[in-house]
Nanobody, 126 residues
Framework: QVQLVESGGGLVQPGGSLRLSCVASGFTLDKHAIGWFRQVPGKEREGVSCISSADGSIYYDDSVKGRFTISKDDARNTVYLQMKNVKPEDTAVYYC???????????????????WGQGTQVNVSS
């Protein structure tokens, strides 16, 4: 049974930093892609950053390039999202997601991902 559990959200001031964590179970990150998505009310869930299992290639949405860093610890089956220099527009519920099968080739888009965590709220405000 696949399960994703996020943690680390909260209130942070603009320009500050935050690290999100997602512990995966039911599959292994050394064979499975995984990613971070975010959603605000009334908008579509958007891919923030995803990491491939096959070659370790990483995707970042343009809005977070140079500020966010995705990483994973295969031994802990955990993926992280280090957020730096956060902006008010980063405010959202952040979800950890995984595609339906192991392997590569999945685009970092919510329609290609099947498994989701419960989400963790990030609020960027002074």
């Amino acid at each position: 049974q696949v399960q994703l559990v996020e943690s680390g959200g909260g209130l942070v001031q603009p320009g500050g930093s935050l690290r999100l964590s997602c512990v995966a179970s039911g599959f292994t990150l050394d064979k499975h892609a995984i990613g971070w998505f975010r959603q605000v009310p009334g908008k579509e869930r958007e891919g923030v950053s995803c990491i491939s299992s096959a070659d370790g290639s990483i995707y970042y949405d343009d809005s977070v390039k140079g500020r966010f860093t995705i990483s994973k610890d295969d031994a802990r089956n955990t993926v992280y999202l280090q957020m730096k220099n956060v902006k008010p527009e980063d405010t959202a519920v952040y979800y950890c997601g995984a595609p339906p099968t192991a392997g590569s080739g999945y685009v970092c888009h919510h329609l290609e991902y099947k498994y989701w965590g419960q989400g963790t709220q990030v609020n960027v405000s002074s």
